[in-house]
């Protein structure tokens, strides 16, 4: 089984944070749908050993995108790939996107036209929404230069509700001087949306973006650390409380709702990525497509793939099993490791994680059950998961 991933470049505006591929002109979106549909059809003898079983829209913002340009991806994917019956389709989607402010104040008192939106989503497929929340503060959405503001945020989970059961947000911790109670108010709001799933993120500085700009010139106060650690130690305390499973680092989800298509990623399972800055992964080799709507465009229309090629040594696949592994609750399988790499690799494995476990950062297991047999897996401790990304290139054997 694998999955498809859709990369829509274009955003209203810039959040400050961001450093993900977009475009805030939309002047050429139909010549790039154009474009992925093309690419859609370019690839398929790549995967036609594989049955697809998920779709993800990401970016960028897919929720710009009109439902019949939506159906047109859809139908492509159909049209070339093999889908199981009822595949995960996720969609990523800004709440200003899922309300319809241009109704007049009665029809926007029943909220029709809203609903109507949701319906129409599910009517072409979609059966998952990724809703980028990030805060239900004014403060905090300004501060980040986000396109909507706490009403609308609130408004469209009170409608998306109603149509849809399989909803995640995305929320952001560790913003500087957001106190441990707002934070906890954000998530008592969550929580009271009956939403599944929840990603949360600490706020990171990603070099050349805005926000690196402003902590630079001192218009901005710097990342703590120690805050980001406090709102990531409460976040699980509570997600815990109210069912969810912290199955990813940043993930939390309620059974029956882990994503399916980010579960693929961290498991090794083979994705096409579509779309400019896409990547896709299968065996032992990568590629990335160009991050530039109009090369990638262009290229597209020759029927050339604008793409770099990686093909990944046994180191290189060990070190990225490590690094996924200890970010889920599946942790790293000393078995695999043994079967897959090679008596090297484990001996290295299970001398440089001493120490970790000795510091009670790493653990290891015997709870995981495969074929009938007990066997020992390397996981992360709820002390050790703040530092998970450290902790596991610490035990990356190098090239």
């Known amino acids: 089984m694998s999955g498809i991933y859709i990369h829509i470049p274009f955003c209203k505006q810039a959040c400050f944070y961001c450093d993900f591929h977009f475009s805030t002109s939309l002047k050429k979106k139909d010549e790039l749908i154009n474009a992925l549909v093309k690419e859609l059809e370019i690839r398929k003898d790549e995967f036609e050993d594989q049955i697809i079983e ?21 139908d492509s994917v159909y049209k070339n790939y093999s889908v199981i019956d009822n595949p995960e389709i996720t969609l990523e989607a800004n709440p200003d996107d899922l309300i319809d402010n241009d109704l007049s104040p009665r029809a926007q008192s029943r909220g029709l036209m809203d609903k109507r939106i949701f319906e129409n989503y599910r009517a072409i497929g979609i059966n998952r929404l ?47 001087n957001m106190s441990l109670e ?53 976040l699980i305390d509570k997600t815990k409380t109210q069912g969810f499973v912290h199955y990813e680092i940043s993930n939390f989800g309620k059974p029956n709702y882990f994503s399916k298509h980010n579960t693929s990623y961290w498991k090794g399972k083979p994705y096409i990525g579509v779309g400019p800055s896409a ?30 090629i990686e093909i990944l040594s046994k180191e290189d696949q060990y070190n990225e099993y490590v690094m996924t592994g200890l970010r889920t609750i599946w942790g790293v399988s000393l078995n695999k490791i043994e079967k897959d790499y090679g008596e090297d690799f484990l001996n290295h494995l299970k001398a440089s994680s001493k120490k970790y476990i000795e510091k009670e950062f790493l653990i290891l297991s015997n709870n ?32």
């Open 130 to 176: 990724s809703i980028g929340i990030q805060s239900f503060f004014e403060d905090d959405l300004k501060s980040m230069n986000r396109a909507h503001n706490s009403e609308e945020a609130k408004k469209c989970l009170e409608l998306a509700t109603q149509s849809f059961d399989n909803i995640t947000i995305d929320l952001i911790y560790g913003i500087p």
């Open 54 to 74: 998920t779709i993800y829209f990401g970016g960028g913002t897919p929720s710009l995108l009109t439902n019949d340009e939506l159906q047109l991806l859809i």
């Open 279 to 308: 990547h896709t992964f299968k065996n032992n080799q990568r590629s990335w497509n160009v991050s530039n709507n109009s090369k990638y465009t262009q290229s597209i229309q020759n029927y050339v793939l604008p793409n770099t």
């Open 368 to 399: 995981m059950v495969e074929n009938q047999k007990r066997i020992e897996t390397l996981k992360t401790t709820q002390k050790g998961k703040f530092l998970v990304d450290g902790i596991a290139s610490e035990l990356f054997v190098l090239n």
């Open 182 to 234: 707002k934070w906890n108010e954000n998530l008592e709001i969550a929580f009271g949306y009956g939403v599944n799933h929840i990603s949360s993120y600490a706020l990171t500085v990603e070099p050349k973006t805005a926000l690196d700009s402003f902590i630079k010139k001192g218009d901005y106060p710097p990342i703590d650390e120690t805050l980001a650690l406090e709102h990531f130690n409460h």
